[in-house]
């Protein structure tokens, strides 16, 4: 692999590369949030019952209780929406910090412009979904959308991180006529992309319980299962969504087909990742076992889940090791790209 000198670097990196660690905080704080019940910690957007922070004082309860009689202030709960938001806004500033630094040196030689402009409209889009998953009390379809945009966020932060640095010189490796795995590292993306989602629809409708054996389900192999209740996405917008509408079949058929998809997951990306340690160019070994690395680790974190029966800290570190392993992928694809033509 060649290097080259930090002089190469973009305007922006380092904000970028802050940006990305930021983002990833976003998103476990989203999850730690989600897993201890406090998305409706606040019923209100962007503050919490009409107040800046966590009502805690008993004149502010009263008076919080008073705009609220639905929604009783449960100061354990609101905190964790808060400190979520506050973070969540904080990027927003940094990531609108990145446009400016984009559009300022647009005119440089392979300076990014359109993908940061990108991340900020995202990242806007993000709020609005925030306020809904409020608003629209935690329906399932909002709350999945908005991981997934959380999960968007940061690929793309890592992404741009990645162009900004200038690590690496366009080296033109050809690869083998025996391994081509471009095509199969896109699929793998997808595939990835994929689970995220179904491990998203498996959280916002609290089904992460609902096998809490290992092989089997509920001590049967084939458990009684309800996908089209589980996969109905027409579900009514109204009811308080906290805690989950569906019945058991609908939850265990959500799960097993989480499942499912990990199993295809760890079979495609193992090929690809194992495939390209060892017929791939030497320098992209290091990224494939990062991709290995990514999907060992977020495999022993979903099994751990079970066997240990959803810990906090356990589960936010899976959501966590799935946003690591789509980054890993998308670096893997970039690399691919950037390796076999030459491109920047």
Same mark, same amino acid.
């Given at each position: &692999?060649?290097?080259?000198?930090?002089?190469?670097?973009?305007?922006?990196?380092? %904000?970028?590369?802050? #940006?990305?660690?930021?983002?990833?905080?976003? =998103?476990? %704080?989203?999850?730690?949030?989600?897993?201890?019940?406090?998305? /409706?910690?606040?019923?209100?957007?962007?503050?919490?019952?009409?107040?800046? !922070?966590?009502?805690? !004082?008993? +004149?502010?309860?009263?008076?919080?209780?008073?705009?609220?009689?639905?929604?009783?202030?449960?100061?354990?709960?609101?905190?964790?929406?808060?400190?979520?938001?506050?973070?969540?806004?904080?990027?927003?500033?940094? =990531?609108?910090?990145?446009? =400016? #630094?984009?559009?300022?040196?647009?005119?440089? =030689?392979?300076?990014?412009?359109?993908?940061? /402009?990108?991340?900020?409209?995202?990242?806007?889009?993000?709020?609005?979904?925030? &306020?809904?998953?409020? !608003?629209?009390?935690?329906?399932?379809?909002?709350?999945?959308?908005?991981?997934?945009?959380?999960?968007?966020?940061?690929?793309?932060? +890592?992404?741009?991180?990645?162009?900004?640095?200038?690590?690496?010189?366009?080296?033109?490796?050809?690869?083998?006529?025996?391994?081509?795995? @471009?095509?199969?590292?896109?699929?793998?993306?997808?595939?990835?992309? +994929?689970? *995220?989602?179904?491990?998203?629809?498996?959280?916002? $409708?609290y089904a992460a319980l609902a096998c809490p054996d290992l092989p089997t389900c509920q001590g049967q192999m084939l458990p009684e299962m309800d996908f089209s209740e589980g996969f109905d996405v027409t579900q009514s917008i109204g009811p308080n969504y906290l805690g989950g509408k569906l019945d058991n079949d609908a939850r265990v058929a959500i799960h097993m087909a989480h499942r499912i998809g990990a199993i295809i997951t760890a079979l495609l990306v193992g090929v690809l990742a194992i495939r390209g340690?060892?017929?791939?160019?030497?320098?992209?070994?290091?990224?494939?076992?990062?991709?290995?690395?990514?999907?060992? %680790?977020?495999?022993?974190?979903?099994?751990? $889940?079970?066997?240990?029966? %959803?810990?906090?800290?356990?589960?936010?570190?899976?959501?966590?090791?799935?946003?690591?392993?789509? *980054?890993?992928?998308?670096?893997?694809?970039?690399?691919?790209?950037?390796? @076999?033509?030459?491109?920047?």
């Amino acid at each position: &692999m060649s290097y080259v000198s930090t002089s190469l670097r973009k305007p922006g990196f380092w %904000l970028a590369a802050f #940006s990305t660690v930021l983002a990833l905080v976003v =998103v476990g %704080l989203g999850a730690w949030t989600r897993l201890v019940h406090a998305g /409706l910690g606040c019923p209100d957007w962007p503050g919490c019952y009409g107040f800046l !922070t966590v009502p805690d !004082t008993a +004149a502010e309860i009263l008076i919080a209780e008073q705009r609220f009689p639905d929604a009783p202030v449960e100061v354990e709960k609101g905190w964790p929406e808060m400190i979520h938001r506050y973070v969540a806004g904080s990027l927003l500033l940094f =990531v609108g910090a990145l446009a =400016v #630094s984009a559009f300022r040196n647009r005119k440089q =030689v392979g300076q990014p412009f359109k993908l940061p /402009l990108f991340i900020l409209g995202l990242i806007i889009v993000q709020a609005a979904f925030g &306020m809904w998953t409020v !608003t629209l009390k935690l329906w399932p379809q909002v709350v999945t959308a908005h991981l997934l945009g959380g999960f968007a966020t940061l690929t793309l932060l +890592a992404l741009l991180t990645l162009r900004l640095s200038g690590h690496w010189q366009p080296i033109r490796e050809l690869f083998s006529h025996q391994f081509e795995p @471009r095509k199969l590292a896109v699929i793998a993306t997808l595939v990835v992309i +994929a689970q *995220i989602t179904l491990g998203g629809w498996t959280s916002s $409708n609290y089904a992460a319980l609902a096998c809490p054996d290992l092989p089997t389900c509920q001590g049967q192999m084939l458990p009684e299962m309800d996908f089209s209740e589980g996969f109905d996405v027409t579900q009514s917008i109204g009811p308080n969504y906290l805690g989950g509408k569906l019945d058991n079949d609908a939850r265990v058929a959500i799960h097993m087909a989480h499942r499912i998809g990990a199993i295809i997951t760890a079979l495609l990306v193992g090929v690809l990742a194992i495939r390209g340690l060892l017929r791939g160019a030497g320098s992209l070994k290091p990224v494939y076992g990062f991709v290995l690395f990514a999907l060992g %680790l977020q495999l022993t974190l979903g099994l751990s $889940n079970i066997i240990f029966y %959803l810990p906090l800290s356990v589960a936010v570190a899976h959501n966590l090791g799935g946003a690591l392993l789509l *980054i890993s992928l998308v670096v893997l694809n970039y690399r691919l790209r950037y390796e @076999r033509e030459g491109l920047r």
